[in-house]
């Protein structure tokens, strides 16, 4: 279902702009996908013997798939609670510019900083992309709550998909948890070039993408920052270099 214009009486209350956030999870593919990823996580979090509240827990808690698996991983082959806080602290700075990124796009002088703690929780891989696509439609003023609502929405299909998947963990085999799993980094892909518009973004998806397997045969062990953060600078210094010229 498409927004409504920006100067309809549908976006009056805030409470209106949640529920188009709320509706706004069926307008995108990348709900599905999330389905199919919490299905997996929900069977990985039985296949390492933790309840059913505590992986329902960490998906509203962690709120990324990547950082919960390694979670999940973690702790299920025996690691300390220190060290798997590490090991997902250092996933989830992925996510800093996303927030850097969104964060703006969502203040109005009159906003507190109290309200932007919903949102920033919420931004993760699926909710920046769909910022970036659904937010020019909202009024500035009625954001938050707008993406309040989206993120209410996509976290309610995960913490259903979680608990289906659980349930369903006895008969998953393997190799479709698998290839569940891997829904979520191409879906994010496919986003990620859809939304380009600047020559930057193009070079910087693509210099990704070809720098990637060389970057992984020094086997760094930090293979996708190092194309990530290289093939984004170059794109920055060219995009720099253009608006100089």
Same mark, same amino acid.
């Given at each position: +279902? &498409?927004? @409504?214009?920006?100067?309809?009486?549908?976006?009056?209350?805030? =409470?209106?702009?949640?529920?188009?956030?709320?509706?706004?999870?069926?307008?995108? $593919?990348?709900? /599905? $996908?999330?389905?199919?990823?919490?299905?997996?996580? %929900? =069977?990985?979090?039985?296949?390492?013997?933790?309840?059913? %509240? !505590? *992986?329902?827990?960490?998906? =509203?808690?962690?709120?990324?798939?990547?950082?919960?698996?390694?979670?999940?991983?973690?702790? %299920?082959?025996? =690691?300390? *609670?220190?060290?798997?806080?590490?090991?997902?602290? $250092?996933?989830?700075?992925?996510?800093?510019? +996303?927030?850097?990124?969104?964060? &703006? +796009?969502?203040?109005?002088?009159?906003?507190?900083?109290?309200?932007?703690?919903?949102?920033?929780?919420?931004?993760? *891989?699926? /909710?920046?992309?769909?910022?970036?696509?659904?937010? @020019?439609?909202?009024?500035?003023e009625r954001r938050v709550a707008f993406t309040n609502g989206l993120g209410v929405g996509l976290q309610l299909v995960c913490l259903t998909a979680t608990a289906i998947g659980y349930g369903l963990a006895a008969n998953l085999p393997p190799l479709l948890g698998a290839a569940i799993l891997l829904l979520t980094p191409l879906a994010f892909l496919l986003s990620t070039a859809r939304n380009c518009r600047q020559l930057s973004d193009i070079l910087a998806l693509a210099l990704g993408l070809g720098l990637?397997?060389?970057?992984? +045969?020094?086997?760094?062990?930090?293979?996708?920052?190092?194309? %990530? $953060?290289?093939?984004?600078?170059?794109?920055?210094?060219?995009? !720099?270099?253009?608006?100089?010229?």
């Amino acid at each position: +279902m &498409p927004l @409504p214009p920006l100067d309809s009486p549908a976006w009056q209350s805030p =409470a209106r702009a949640f529920a188009w956030g709320l509706r706004s999870i069926a307008s995108t $593919v990348l709900t /599905l $996908v999330l389905f199919a990823t919490y299905l997996g996580i %929900g =069977a990985l979090a039985h296949d390492s013997h933790f309840s059913l %509240g !505590w *992986v329902l827990a960490s998906t =509203a808690l962690v709120w990324a798939g990547p950082a919960q698996i390694i979670l999940i991983s973690t702790l %299920g082959s025996g =690691a300390t *609670v220190a060290q798997a806080a590490i090991a997902v602290t $250092v996933s989830a700075i992925r996510l800093f510019p +996303m927030v850097v990124s969104v964060l &703006p +796009m969502l203040r109005t002088p009159r906003t507190k900083r109290r309200h932007l703690i919903l949102p920033t929780h919420f931004i993760a *891989v699926t /909710l920046w992309v769909e910022c970036f696509r659904l937010l @020019p439609q909202v009024p500035r003023e009625r954001r938050v709550a707008f993406t309040n609502g989206l993120g209410v929405g996509l976290q309610l299909v995960c913490l259903t998909a979680t608990a289906i998947g659980y349930g369903l963990a006895a008969n998953l085999p393997p190799l479709l948890g698998a290839a569940i799993l891997l829904l979520t980094p191409l879906a994010f892909l496919l986003s990620t070039a859809r939304n380009c518009r600047q020559l930057s973004d193009i070079l910087a998806l693509a210099l990704g993408l070809g720098l990637f397997p060389f970057v992984s +045969m020094l086997h760094t062990g930090v293979d996708i920052l190092i194309s %990530g $953060v290289s093939a984004g600078t170059i794109a920055y210094g060219v995009h !720099w270099w253009r608006e100089r010229a």
